[in-house]
Nanobody, 123 residues
């Protein structure tokens, strides 16, 4: 069974940085695309970033985070990261690590997700 465990959320001031981590288990990590979605208060869940399987050569970013967020993966540690810089109050959300049942990148849909980690950007 696929399990995803996120960590790294917290309270940060506008302009600050955070790095989220997600440790995956239950299958061969390197064979599957990974991604991050987020759900702001009172809004629907939305895609943030995704990375392709194996070497992660292909990445996707939502327009709202391009140039500020970076997704990466470490297959030796079964971990995917989301480095978030220049954070804005509108980045406040619960962030979920996600993956699909197949090897594709979870950009518009996913089959597995973690429990989420809260990110709050506020002064």
């Amino acid at each position: 069974q696929v399990q995803l465990v996120e960590s790294g959320g917290g309270l940060v001031q506008p302009g600050g940085s955070l790095r989220l981590s997600c440790v995956a288990s239950g299958r061969t990590f390197s064979s599957f695309g990974m991604g991050w979605f987020r759900q702001p208060p009172g809004k629907e869940r939305e895609a943030v970033a995704a990375i392709s399987w194996s070497d992660g050569a292909i990445t996707y970013y939502a327009d709202s985070v391009k140039g500020r967020f970076t997704i990466s993966r470490d297959n030796a540690k079964n971990t995917v990261y989301l480095q978030m810089n220049s954070l804005k109050p509108e980045d406040t959300a619960v962030y979920y690590c996600v993956t699909r049942r197949d090897s594709g990148m979870p950009v518009s849909a996913y089959d597995y997700w973690g429990q989420g980690t809260q990110v709050t950007v506020s002064s």
